[in-house]
């Protein structure tokens, strides 16, 4: 999927039939082995053997669920770091740990009749399941995307077409269409194609256009860098608009044991700070103090 | 004839020498709440931290993975003793092991005050002193890098509690000896450590700290050979006071228990593994039964301390 992002398909039946939109996954990338044996070790740990790296993966990666399919759970992501790097290094058979669904969910209010999701580069693939949800529930959904494109040299030729966007962005969009969403691709660098600007402007525009909604009549549900969902819910606030944002943050139990993942909320004193994988990884936009970091 | 792995610290005696250690199972919820989780091989379980007045914590992030390790900065972050006792406890349902609070503190009154308010539950069946926190009043140096500050605490817990009392030290000191001393002489009913080593995460694109607290603690399997070496300068001290030491400090597998039972602990504790494997209390009681087994050792006595030392 381009070099800079990857999808994985997992056979996981029960983490299918109750994953939730908005919801994820924790994978362990590489396995301990303490095992009773003949010859015991203290630990070892699998790991690519084509990969020059020496460190095994430790803590569990949290990967949002970007679509199901009947027993599969699929998850697209970018490629960050180590992690990622291996699961997108894995082919099958291989068999993986993980733990899930984990996390709230996004929550659809059901008197609202259009949807508005507003997704920046890798934040589009779990809004992916959010879509389909919506749809099912007859409503008019709105997708916007923002990407960039990534040539080898800098480049800031506009007749750079959609085709040199994060190929997965344009992928991804084009499986929103498929459901009947309307959708829009934003590109600060004006690729062909795609509007030039920011995805964020994309989600002004439609708001101001009134495109004969009344803002009692929608929601906005947004996933992608701090800095977006921070204007996603600047806008959104002015408009009167609830707004739901997916949020990410480095993870180490995953399960709301560690206190590790928190991201700054507007309550008060000790209250501050909240669990991403427990009070989140959906956060009603208004509850976050998005200057807290 | 099976193995017998009981042990105790004190009074509290545990069926068997596997800790939960503070800080890595919150209040005793999240984890049970996994399919499956088990609490076979759980000796006891040590809840997260608890300060006087409840503590936001630090900014994140708070969690930073390294090679062979973690660094967290979670900043104690908890509910405060008051929600603790009237709240969590109370609705904390019944669990097959002992629960063992630990009490951080910025001030000697802190501490005495969390030992008296904490000894009145009928939860708790012992008290880990968490003394690696930053002495306030002396420019924030931990108060476990100072014998007459850690003994000043432990006498000031020791005063309002008849239960267990272990004191865990910081491993962010030259010598645990004098530290380890100090608390024997003021009460401790056993010694716990290391708590996490002093680290420094940096991001090189930001030229800044990565974790939001600036510094942090490193835990996991990077720091067993540090946390063995304290382990042994602190039973040596500890053993002439028949006093016991619960070990811990990168455990991930029976062998690294065994290896602390040979250092000098009476029992062990595990952190950071149960991150990346959830049941590795009940493997790693398995696993020394079975190693005990082969090498015809009958009770954990025999093992504690065993390390041979020609010197």
């Keep these: 999927m381009g070099s800079s992002h990857s999808r994985i398909v997992l056979q996981a039946p029960v983490i299918a039939h109750s994953a939730r939109p908005g919801q994820f996954v924790s994978i362990f990338i590489d396995k301990p082995e303490t095992s009773v044996s003949p010859h015991p070790n203290t630990m070892q740990f699998w790991h690519a053997r084509s990969s020059p790296e020496l460190h095994p993966c430790l803590l569990p990666r949290p990967f949002s669920i970007h679509r199901v399919l009947g027993d599969k759970v699929e998850l697209a992501f970018k490629i960050t770091g180590r992690g990622t790097r291996k699961l997108a290094g894995l082919r099958p058979p291989a068999s993986l740990d993980i733990i899930g669904p984990l996390g709230k969910p996004f929550s659809p209010d059901p008197h609202r009749g259009v949807s508005v999701l507003v997704g920046g580069g890798a934040g589009l693939f779990p809004l992916f399941l959010l879509a389909e949800a919506l749809r099912k529930s007859a409503k008019e959904v709105y997708v916007f995307g923002g990407a960039e494109w990534r040539l080898p040299h800098d480049c800031s030729d506009s007749s750079v077409t959609l085709s040199f966007l994060e190929s997965d962005v344009t992928v991804a969009i084009d499986q929103f269409e498929e459901l009947g969403c309307k959708s829009r691709v934003a590109s600060e660098r004006g690729a062909k194609g795609a509007y030039h600007g920011r995805v964020t402007d994309l989600l002004k525009l439609f708001l101001e256009s009134g495109a004969g909604r009344s803002p009692a009549e929608i929601e906005v549900f947004a996933c992608g860098p701090w800095e977006m969902l921070k204007t996603v819910a600047r806008i959104s606030r002015r408009w009167g608009i609830p707004c739901q944002t997916l949020l990410e943050q480095r993870m180490a139990c995953g399960l709301g044991a560690c206190m590790g993942c928190v991201v700054p909320t507007r309550a008060t004193a000790y209250k501050r700070y909240k669990r991403v994988c427990r009070e989140g990884a959906v956060f009603d936009a208004q509850e976050i103090d998005w200057d807290g970091t | ?311």
């Design chain 2, 1 to 311: 004839m099976e193995p017998d792995i009981s042990t105790r610290l004190g009074k509290l005696e545990l069926h068997n020498p596997i800790v939960i250690a503070s800080g890595v199972f919150g209040f005793g919820t999240e984890f049970p709440e996994i399919s499956d989780f088990d609490f076979d091989g759980v000796g006891a379980i040590t809840l997260k931290s608890i300060t006087l007045k409840p503590s936001p914590g630090n900014p994140p992030p708070r969690i930073a993975e390294t090679a062979s390790g973690i660094v967290n900065s979670i900043g104690l972050q908890n509910p405060g003793v008051e929600e603790l006792l009237q709240r969590i406890l109370p609705s904390l349902p019944e669990l097959p092991c002992p629960i063992i609070a630990n009490l951080s503190g910025s001030t000697v009154e802190e501490y005495r005050e969390l030992a008296r308010l904490v000894s009145s539950s009928a939860r708790i069946s012992a008290i880990e002193v968490n003394i690696s926190c930053p002495n306030v009043k002396k420019g924030g140096v931990a108060f476990g890098s100072d014998p007459e500050a850690s003994r000043e605490i432990t006498s000031a817990v020791r005063s309002e509690t008849d239960l267990p009392v272990l004191v865990k030290l910081t491993p962010n000191v030259t010598d645990v000896k004098p530290i380890t001393l100090s608390v024997i002489e003021a009460g401790a009913d056993a010694i716990s450590l290391i708590n996490t080593l002093r680290a420094l995460v940096i991001d090189p694109e930001l030229r800044k700290p990565l974790l939001g607290g600036k510094y942090g603690g490193l835990s996991g399997p990077a720091i067993k050979p540090v946390a063995l070496y304290h382990l042994r300068q602190a039973y040596l001290v500890a053993r002439e006071y028949g006093i016991p030491v619960l070990g811990m400090g990168g455990i991930g597998s029976f062998l690294d228990a065994v290896e602390f039972f040979l250092a000098g602990a009476s029992a062990v504790a595990v952190g950071s593994a149960l991150f990346w494997d959830h049941l590795l209390c009940k493997r790693i009681k398995e696993g020394l039964v079975h190693w005990m087994k082969e090498h015809g050792i009958h009770s954990l006595p025999q093992l504690t301390g065993a390390l041979q030392e020609d010197s």
